[in-house]
């Protein structure tokens, strides 16, 4: 049903739309699904979800363009190894790294995928055993593995994550209702936006570096995509451990009500550094924290859908749209959907194959656009640069204050 000409051509619209915003630094993948909605009220069930699947997979996957070409995440989930991916592509790399991106993110959303296929149900109930206690040592995991893959001192890093921690307070407390740290200013309530404040991080500080050096140096004139599988295959058998320990641990934070993929990246990232025998390449050009990270973010989004399909609570943020489009099609998420529209359930699960496999060739092209696209001088490029990041972090809550945000 799904190769039906009329829904194929709907996937390939939707994984073109997700590539087009995954690209754009800011503008998330779940921003993506909810501007997909509206459009999902002239559809099928089958196929209004199936575009929800190969736009985040698209999307997800779409993020690590700018943060190999220009340090720039497109997506939350490619920010845990940014610095990697440039570095790399400042050496001469960038074929090798895109191509990582490629091939990894498809092979972890196809474990992903297997993962939701024979295991849906028992993976939710044991999510669901999961309480306040387990969920605190989740965090505090978390928490230690921003230390550990931090770069240099990780006594700085400690520090570091007290600042975030200490930022993370900023805004009203969810228990007592009380302002905290908002110093009056009604824009503060609601906390600090996480995605502007990342944007300004990643980008913005590049930004202000080229321009100050007056380099100009970014590192998208070395691009070439001749030839970005070379050598993809070696790393296959070099970290096929790490392949299948990343889709693993990408799956299981899926599977956790409210994690995603940003998590399973982070956690990936660690366990991969804690393992590895090049700790010193970590934040300074390690393909192996890329072959890590970028299976387990890919991996996580089916996991998301466990918990979503066998008891209608979100896995992140997309698959709580993609309950608002279930119930908006008359169905109810929950056990009975496997036994009553087994053909959706099916079609879901072949479309997470049929969006991972038409990954590799949509996802080069993408990295072919993108590299031709700048080309351009970089006396040019810096203004577009800064406009797509101002977009980006104002339109997450169409608020000026996120620009000001990410100024800071």
């Known amino acids: 049903m799904l190769l039906a000409p009329k829904n194929f051509l709907t996937i390939v619209v939707c994984s073109l739309y997700g590539l087009f915003v995954g690209s754009i630094p800011g503008l998330s993948a779940t921003l993506a699904a909810s501007l997909l909605v509206p459009f999902t009220f002239f559809m099928d069930p089958l196929p209004a979800l199936c575009s929800i699947v190969s736009m985040s997979a698209m999307a997800i996957f779409a993020g690590d363009i700018p943060a190999a070409l220009i340090r720039i995440p497109g997506t939350p989930s490619s920010a845990a190894y940014t610095y990697d991916s440039y570095a790399l592509t400042r050496q001469g790399k960038s074929q090798l790294v895109l ?5 990894f993110s498809a092979v972890g959303g196809l474990m992903g995928a297997v993962v939701l296929m024979t295991s849906a149900p028992l993976l939710a109930e044991v999510a669901m055993n999961f309480s306040t206690f387990e969920y605190f040592w989740l965090a505090a995991l978390g928490l230690s593995a921003t ?23 900023i805004g009203v407390d969810i228990t007592l209702g009380y302002p905290r740290f908002t110093f009056d200013n009604v824009d503060l309530l609601n906390g600090v936006s996480f995605i502007p404040a990342m944007i300004g991080v990643f980008g913005i500080s590049e930004v202000m570096r080229n321009v100050s050096q007056r380099q100009m140096d970014f590192a998208i004139a070395k691009v070439k995509t001749k030839g970005i599988f070379t050598g993809v295959g070696k790393l296959f058998k070099k970290y096929q451990w790490n392949m299948w320990r990343s889709g693993a641990i990408g799956t299981i934070i899926g599977v956790l009500p409210g994690a995603g993929a940003d998590i399973a990246a982070w956690i990936a990232y660690a366990a991969s550094k804690r393992a590895s025998k090049e700790k010193e390449l970590y934040g300074k050009g390690s393909i192996e924290a890329i072959v890590d990270s970028g299976t387990a973010n890919n991996a996580c989004l089916a996991g998301d859908w466990v918990p979503a399909l066998v008891f209608g609570i979100p896995g992140d943020s997309i698959t709580a749209v993609v309950i608002g489009v279930i119930f908006m099609k008359g169905l109810r998420p929950g056990p009975m959907i496997f036994e009553q529209h087994p053909e959706i359930i099916y079609g879901v699960y072949f479309a997470f194959i049929l969006a991972n496999l038409l990954l590799v060739p949509f996802g ?42 990410l100024g800071v």
């Not at 092209?365 to 696209?373: F, R, T």
Request: glycine content about 8%; aromatic content about 8%; hydrophobic content about 55%.
């Open 147 to 169: 230390v550990m893959v931090s770069a240099g001192s990780q006594a700085k890093g400690a520090i570091a994550m007290c600042l975030g921690l200490f930022l993370s307070t």
């Open 364 to 405: 080069w092209l993408a990295v072919k656009a993108s590299s031709q696209m700048l080309r351009v001088p970089k006396n040019i490029l810096i203004p577009i640069i800064l406009m797509f990041a101002i977009t980006g972090a104002y339109a997450i809550n169409n608020d000026v204050f996120d620009i000001i945000t």
């Open 99 to 103: 191509g990582t991106d490629i091939m």
